[in-house]
């Protein structure tokens, strides 16, 4: 068999949940060149030559779980996302990756997206939906409700972004001194906020009870480690990090309403959701 059948044949015994919602976005980088090194595409390809060396007892009892934990972790959060957030199925659709430089990109922004939902269903928020992207409209990623201290529902307006400095900060990440650490990092948060704010508001305005927003940025290490697509500044220097959100909070709720709709920050660290910053703190 060729290895594009190696992975077919992976995906259907081992990853139903992939296959089902990211299937034809893994037949779409298989056709690129460089597909060994792709994402999911590259970790496909591991999983199925480990198959390969495995005697027959052992592939009875292989599970995808000792088959790849990368895969897996994604895998669990698809079969919770397709039964707990109404409209899962929109994060998949309508993804072309005709533009072959771009591609890795593209899954890693779909990784994002299923990055903060899993963030949001573990750190107990419900109603988790996927928001249907309208041409034209400027709107968020999803929409949840949480229960405050008074056990009241806050209505929450969900949007996803990436930091795309990742490749230049990796390239010279040895060199950083203090200061221009934290000047890298401020770039890259205030750009992220500046660029998504506005969604935020334009969402609460126009949909009443809907008040409290949250930006969630990742860093392009949400499920698979890219060296070309992940920040891995942001999991080095969580200090600097937070020295960084309490200036830029400061400077945009203090004596302002310019900001009023924006209720946290979250910037993920890696793959383990629990290790995300928030900022300020969820209770």
Known sequence: MSEKEDIKLILEDYYPYIDEFLGEIIEQRLKIPSYENGVLTSQLLKAARKVAECSEDEYLELEGSNLDSDLYRLEETLDYGKEYCEGFNLIFQNIN???HKDADAEIIDICAQVKAFEFLSKLRFRNITKVKQEQGENLVDFTAHRLNENYANENYAIVVTRLYSAQYAEEHRVDHDTEYV???L???ITNAINQKYTQVEEFCQRHIGTCK???FISCGRDYFGNKKHENKLYGLQPAKVNVVLNKEWRARKE????HKYLHHIVITTGRNV????VYPSLN
């Open 97 to 99: 990756l005709s533009r």
């Open 182 to 184: 934290t000047k890298l």
């Open 186 to 188: 401020k770039t890259d």
């Open 213 to 215: 927003g949250i930006i």
């Open 255 to 258: 004596g302002s309403e310019s």
């Open 274 to 277: 629990w290790k995300a910053i």
